[in-house]
């Protein structure tokens, strides 16, 4: 398993939650709705002579080849990453994951809670740029993110932010559930009318941050 180096150009502070932008040559195939496992420097105090490890999505892909991560800080792993500056590195492996939009032309309708925006936000994007129609439902208490979604909007997306929307299912969607684990599970008992194989899901059992 090859492990990659990628380097921070950006860091900005979003309360409970870090948006980091960075580079790495190992990404420029990866795909909106996947994801690396990053290596710490932080000792896994499970596994002597390991660090500890963890998986985020990417956030966003820019034109110039970087890339963005979108993380609550609430473990060891999050802290750590949260402390890194422009010009500091860190280890990863992938790309992964097979939480991917298809090359059809129906409709995208998609469903986050907190930061599980990062995989949902790049799928958002690349439909938006396919000419396909959206709508998300953003479950969140946080102010994350204001100006891209006021640029989903303007780019005909039909958006809902809150900490209690809830999707209106659509069988003719393909549809991309991400985050907590507990609201996936009601969110697909609310989608019983749409067929499985419309259904994508990429549960995160982080905690919610707190305000």
């Not at 979604?149 to 209690?164: F, H, M, Q």
């Not at 809830?166 to 969110?187: K, N, S, V, Y």
């Not at 194989?197 to 990429?202: A, K, L, P, Q, Y």
Request: glycine share 8%.
């Amino acid at each position: 398993m090859d492990v990659h180096t990628a380097t921070v150009l950006d860091r900005a502070d979003l309360g409970p939650a870090v948006l980091l932008r960075c580079a790495s040559i190992a990404t420029r195939d990866a795909k909106p709705g996947q994801y690396v496992v990053i290596h710490s420097d932080v000792p896994n105090p499970e596994k002597p002579g390991q660090v500890l490890k963890r998986a985020w999505s990417f956030a966003r892909f820019a034109a110039d080849g970087s890339f963005e991560l979108l993380f609550a800080r609430v473990a060891a792993t999050s802290g750590w990453l949260a402390e890194r500056v422009p010009g500091d590195t860190f280890r990863f492996t992938g790309p992964w994951g097979r939480f991917l939009l298809d090359e059809g032309t129906s409709p995208v309708a998609c469903f986050a809670t907190d930061t599980a925006i990062s995989p949902v936000g790049a799928l958002v994007d690349a439909a938006l740029a396919a000419g396909r129609p959206v709508r998300l439902w953003w479950q969140t208490e946080q102010d994350w993110l204001p100006e891209r979604i006021v640029a989903w909007r303007a780019a005909g997306a039909v958006v809902e932010v809150g900490p209690d929307v809830t999707p209106e299912p659509d069988p003719d969607a393909r549809w991309f559930l991400a985050g907590d684990g507990a609201a996936i599970e009601r969110m697909t008992a609310l989608l019983g009318s749409v067929p499985a194989e419309r259904v994508h899901v990429e549960r995160f059992f982080t905690p919610r941050p707190r305000a």
